[in-house]
């Protein structure tokens, strides 16, 4: 068996039945203008055409290298399969209906990691261009909050997962993603590295990503009554996880309590549309 090269960046991509748009991003990282690095694509059970659309890219580019799950298993379980096939020093995500535009972006944030001192400098983040349905763009730069862990433990956020730079060794240690949460996964993988180990994030003030959003929100709509119910879940769900740090921050755990009372007062107008 050959002896494969080293990588010093893997780029990590789940996908489910995206294959419409799912070109725009991969084709965003074939631009970049540092190339010692690998795509890993999880297609997550997709009943569209996205499957081949990987492995079109996959043919033209060895670096591309796609992963099929036979059935959905949920975005925690894609992206820690992701992981497990990641060789790099480093890892990037991106997510599937978003692209890099700058061509510079992974040279950047690999500097700054090549740069530090600090053995708990853990994720590297840069700001985004928001792109709504009419092609309105308006930049987002990242302004770190003057408290990240209450930021943080209050809600998502304040990191845009396509813009991350994360060290491989970092996410093993402390396990990847949590495959209990329905929802959020990125911010809470963010959340773990900052609030459970102490570990460094440092924001680029330059907007390197578009993240395209659909009548001001996400492609993936988080109005249905199944949505709301994970909304509350997953809230739940961290308030017990992390209650001996909110005992230290109350008002990020009362702004949780209030995120589940306005889901709770949403679903049954959600229930009278879905009828």
Known sequence: MPILPPVWVSINLTTYNRAHILSRA????????FKNWELIIVDDGSTDETPKVIRLFSRKDRRIIGIFHPQNLGNASARNTALRFSRGTYVAFLDDDDEWKDKDKLKKQLAVFRRSADPNLAIVCTGVNLIDALGQITPRKVIPPSDLTAHILAGNGVIYSPTVMTRRDIMLYVGGFDTRL???VDSEFYRTCIVKYGFKVLFLPECTTNIYLHLGLRLTPFSSVSALQKNIWANLYLLSKYRRYFFKYPLSALT?????SLCLLQIPRAALKSN
């Open 256 to 260: 949780r309590l209030k995120t589940i």
């Open 26 to 33: 991969l084709n965003s990282v074939l631009k970049q203008t």
């Open 182 to 184: 329905p929802r959020g």
